[in-house]
């Protein structure tokens, strides 16, 4: 699987370019699936409003409005009660998996209940993040970002790729993600996390991780 794991979607020409480079053909010619789920356990932006605009393309985050030739839904939470041979064929046929923000460990609970975190190492779909959507690819997400709380405890997530992210960097409508905050958030990991804005993205494709930027980031090793 190729990830493209961004702050805020596919907010400038460089992050579009990587994601073109990353198909196998063109945007107008890629079926996509978005997957709401991590909006639902975020208090700020679902359900309602704000996770029908995601679905509909009328976010303030390009991602569904990129030109998909066709773009279908999934919700990961409603999975467990449908017959696997019903989802899985839709998901291993799709293009591209557009992944929202929300609450990391809200997404994290329902990829691993429905089976869908199984599926994902093995599926040839570009997978692109934003915000919890990208987060939940690391090991851990970081106690800080916690919110939605896991029957389990912890801030443990899928652990797919070896860093970590605090996403939205310097935002001024989240004054609490400063780079001073994100070098604080570092210093509880072993592994290396990556402090990126909304003009940024990571792009990993066979274990290669790539900044892709046209604004600010930072790398902060343990």
């Given at each position: 699987?190729?990830l493209?794991?961004?702050s805020a979607g ?12 990353m198909?196998?053909k063109?945007i107008?010619?890629?079926n996509a699936?978005?997957i ?5 356990g ?10 029908w ?10 991602m ?5 030739k066709?773009?279908?839904?999934l919700?990961?939470?409603a ?7 019903r989802?899985m064929p ?10 929202s923000?929300g609450d990391a460990?809200f ?6 209940k429905s089976?869908f975190?199984?599926l994902?190492p093995?599926l040839?779909?570009v997978?692109v993040?934003?915000s ?6 690391a090991?851990?997400i970081g106690?800080?970002f ?7 405890g912890?801030d443990k997530a899928?652990?797919?790729?070896d860093?970590?992210?605090f996403?939205h960097l310097e935002?001024?409508?989240?004054p ?5 905050n994100?070098?604080?958030w570092a ?5 290396p996390?990556y402090?990126i804005?909304?003009e940024?993205?990571?792009k990993?494709?066979?274990g ?11 790398l902060?090793?343990?």
């Amino acid at each position: 699987m190729k990830l493209l794991l961004t702050s805020a979607g596919v907010t400038n020409p460089t992050i579009h370019k990587e994601l073109t480079d990353m198909l196998d053909k063109p945007i107008a010619e890629s079926n996509a699936l978005c997957i709401p789920t991590a909006m639902y356990g975020h208090p700020w932006v679902g359900p309602g409003e704000k996770a029908w605009q995601f679905i509909s393309g009328k976010s303030e985050n390009p991602m569904v409005d990129l030109g998909w030739k066709s773009v279908g839904v999934l919700e990961l939470s409603a999975l467990p009660s449908i017959d696997k041979e019903r989802w899985m064929p839709l998901v291993q046929g799709t293009d591209v998996l557009l992944v929202s923000g929300g609450d990391a460990l809200f997404l994290y609970h329902w990829m691993k209940k429905s089976g869908f975190a199984d599926l994902l190492p093995s599926l040839d779909a570009v997978y692109v993040g934003m915000s919890a959507g990208s987060m939940v690819m690391a090991p851990n997400i970081g106690e800080e970002f916690v919110g939605w709380s896991p029957p389990t405890g912890g801030d443990k997530a899928l652990g797919l790729v070896d860093f970590a992210m605090f996403p939205h960097l310097e935002n001024e409508m989240l004054p609490d993600n400063t780079l001073a905050n994100a070098e604080k958030w570092a210093s509880n990991f072993s592994s290396p996390g990556y402090a990126i804005d909304d003009e940024t993205a990571i792009k990993v494709t066979d274990g290669e991780v790539k900044v892709v930027s046209e604004g600010q980031w930072k790398l902060l090793t343990p």
